[in-house]
């Protein structure tokens, strides 16, 4: 969803009755009327008169495209406002500034030069596209009229716009950069010069429809409240080369320390502090990665972070669930991530209890799960999964996951599925071994050569010794298996997990700086 802010001083239209009589409900009404057409978008207006003019930090912090059309009270217009609005354009917000706004203090404090022009009222205007590849023409003829509009003229005092969509030619003989787009610093912006008040410019089929590009290309900037800071290096990428061993977090972790924060952070600050604690990827649900997937990569680009490892619930049984962890194993790929986890289903608790009563014999485990009918289209399913994604340099996998239905949760079971199941690799979690109440060293041991991502959970003694607490906090031996993993030449991630923590940002950091002084 696209959130786009109408501004318009709304003055002419309650202080002339010629304007009244073509924008009854004001220019920003007319714009919001067609906007509102496009269920993509979700559209609110803010006028001069209102508090700060209605461009408060929140409005603006909520918005990806505004909207500006201004003429006789530019030098009303709040210099605080007018910095505000630059920093959030600067920060990525999109901007689009119509007719008169050329003369805002907003364009001012954007472009730094006079963008004076030449001016007369009532001309026929013929507009030319003259960028007939750029997403803000498309769907527009190669020129139409404009039967009246206030005439601008050349030389329009700008900087050298990135690219001139629109040239106005009038029967006067003028001509003009009619439509100039611009980038400042991350934020896209358009100069639109069509829409004098006076007339029902603002009413045609092809200058709505030019608007209606010209947010959706400005809004493809995705926001995440941000300046170009100077950053300090705490990590050579030389240094990182050397050891392959990385952070990972869960991005629940980020989401949560957001919400906890209580609205005094933003996701950008978290991930900005999880940078600075050493972290460089996330594992994501790939439902939740689908949901906002733009954003994401952003925010991972901006922060030099990536994608450590997509996992997924499923029931394997079901061919649309197959479907599925095929489009996620493409989304893998598609991203360079390396690795997917694969949560294959759960057993009805009778047939569970059968299993998990026989995990301490291998052979035990083997005969039933070969007998079971749901083990054998879990298995079968992961096999076709594997294969699809080895050609795409994807290793799916399966973790010890802690849920008594799961027929993966004991250490024969995960080992019966490496060894059932070609080119299967594993997540090991280091703390969910204790949920079967198993030895982790001894898990370690026997699923080595399988191990390719690891879950660095720890566990501490409330809740019957299951408690997930910071890492390095708890009793799981993470220090010695992290060593171990290391004189193996384990190249991948050590993920940060911890779900329930009542201060994720605080849990995170105490996390980081353990496994990092381990590694």
Same mark, same amino acid.
């Not at 049984?317 to 790929?333: G, N, P, V």
């Given at each position: ?73 530019? @030098? ?243 061919? =649309? ?34 299993? @998990? ?95 390719? @991502? ?5 566990r501490g003694s409330e809740g019957n010794g299951l408690k997930s607490v910071p890492t390095g ?24 997990? @911890?779900?329930?923590?009542?201060d994720q940002l605080a849990a995170v950091g105490q996390s980081a700086h353990f496994l990092k =002084?381990?590694?």
């Amino acid at each position: 969803m696209v959130r786009v802010t109408i501004w318009n001083e709304n003055l002419h239209e309650r202080q002339q009755e010629e304007v009244r009589a073509v924008y009854p409900h004001g220019i920003h009404g007319c714009i919001a009327d067609f906007l509102k057409t496009d269920s993509s978008l979700f559209v609110r207006t803010a006028t001069l008169e209102e508090p700060e003019h209605g461009l408060t930090e929140a409005v603006l912090s909520d918005t990806d495209v505004l909207i500006y059309w201004g003429h006789m009270a530019h @030098h009303a217009f709040a210099d605080e406002v007018a910095q505000r609005v630059q920093r959030h354009v600067l920060q990525g917000m999109g901007l689009i500034a119509l007719h008169s706004a050329h003369f805002a203090k907003i364009m001012s404090l954007l472009m730094g030069t006079s963008m004076t022009l030449r001016w007369k009222q009532g001309d026929r205007e013929r507009l030319f596209v003259t960028a007939p590849y750029h997403p803000i023409a498309q769907g527009i003829p190669p020129h139409f009229d404009i039967p009246v509009e206030e005439m601008y003229g050349e030389y329009f005092d700008i900087p050298k716009p990135d690219d001139v969509v629109f040239t106005g030619w009038f029967a006067g003989g003028e001509v003009f950069r009619s439509g100039c787009t611009f980038q400042r610093g991350l934020g896209r912006i358009f100069y639109f010069q069509p829409g004098h008040e006076a007339y029902p410019t603002y009413h045609m089929p092809e200058i709505q429809r030019i608007i209606s590009n010209a947010v959706h290309w400005c809004s493809e900037v995705r926001r995440q409240q941000r300046l170009f800071d100077c950053t300090a290096v705490k990590v050579t990428l030389e240094q990182e080369y050397v050891n392959p061993i990385r952070l990972s977090v869960f991005y629940d972790h980020i989401v949560q320390a957001v919400h906890q924060g209580k609205g005094e952070r933003t996701l950008n600050q978290v991930m900005q502090q999880c940078s600075e604690f050493g972290i460089r990827g996330i594992d994501i649900e790939y439902r939740q990665l689908c949901a906002d997937y733009d954003a994401i990569c952003d925010a991972l680009q901006y922060h030099y972070m990536e994608v450590a490892c997509i996992y997924q619930f499923y029931d394997l049984r079901s061919s =649309a669930d197959i479907r599925t962890a095929k489009e996620q194993i493409d989304m893998a790929h598609r991203l360079g991530v390396s690795r997917v986890l694969i949560i294959p289903g759960f057993l009805e608790p009778e047939e569970a209890k059968a299993l @998990h009563s026989a995990s301490g014999d291998y052979f035990a485990v083997h005969r039933l799960m070969e007998q079971s009918l749901c083990i054998q289209s879990m298995k079968n399913a992961l096999t076709e999964l594997t294969q699809y994604a080895k050609p795409l340099g994807v290793e799916v996998t399966l973790e010890d996951f802690d849920d008594m239905r799961a027929p993966c949760s004991r250490i024969n079971e995960l080992l019966w599925f490496m060894r059932s199941v070609p080119g299967l690799k594993c997540t090991f979690d280091m703390g969910n071994f204790a949920f079967g109440y198993e030895n982790v060293m001894e898990a370690y041991a026997l699923l080595r050569k399988y191990i390719v @991502h690891v879950h660095c959970k720890d566990r501490g003694s409330e809740g019957n010794g299951l408690k997930s607490v910071p890492t390095g906090s708890g009793y799981i031996p993470v220090a010695q298996l992290v060593r171990k993993l290391k004189e193996t030449d384990y190249r991948g991630y050590l993920s940060i997990e @911890h779900f329930g923590e009542l201060d994720q940002l605080a849990a995170v950091g105490q996390s980081a700086h353990f496994l990092k =002084a381990v590694v």
